[in-house]
């Protein structure tokens, strides 16, 4: 997609979306054959549940079929949020994956897998897991220092708010890691 098409969408979407009280994550399109496919991700704080989901993709058919904006071709317009293993990229994507284990790639080019505890402006207070029986570590990552962040999927963790308080005594998590996806 040319980044006019890209923000001549972005720009005619966002207001839509962000009526809705989510946030516009990702736009693109694809082109299968014949078929182009319209894949809007959205987000928000508070997750975006099915129904909010279904309603923001009605909203953004209804747009998109009074404007020229796809063309004149046939389309299929998919609304869906991050999924699982989203990469972050902005600072509100830390602070919904607080609780998280996250995989970083550093500027320096180590690997690290910590989960986050607290984000600010300059950066994040991780847990570094133990390894062999070892207490975890705490650690402080500025976000000059992050080259790449991606959510880790844990099939035995525990729930983020023991987590969380376990980790830092308090009860300070955010509960916003609904993973949904719906085609529209």
Known sequence: MSSTQSER?????EPLVSSQGLDLEEIAVDTVGRKRVLRVVVDSDTGADLDRIADVSRALSAKLDETDAMGD???TL???TPGAERPLTEHRHYVRATGRLVGFRLTAGDELAARILRVDDEGLDLEVPGVKGRKPTARRLAFDDIDRARVQ???NR????????DATGTDDTNDTNDETEEEA
């Open 9 to 13: 969408l972005r720009e005619l979407l």
């Open 73 to 75: 071709g046939e389309y």
């Open 78 to 80: 998919e609304v869906g």
């Open 153 to 155: 999927v844990e099939f």
């Open 158 to 165: 525990k729930d983020d708010r023991s987590a969380a308080r």
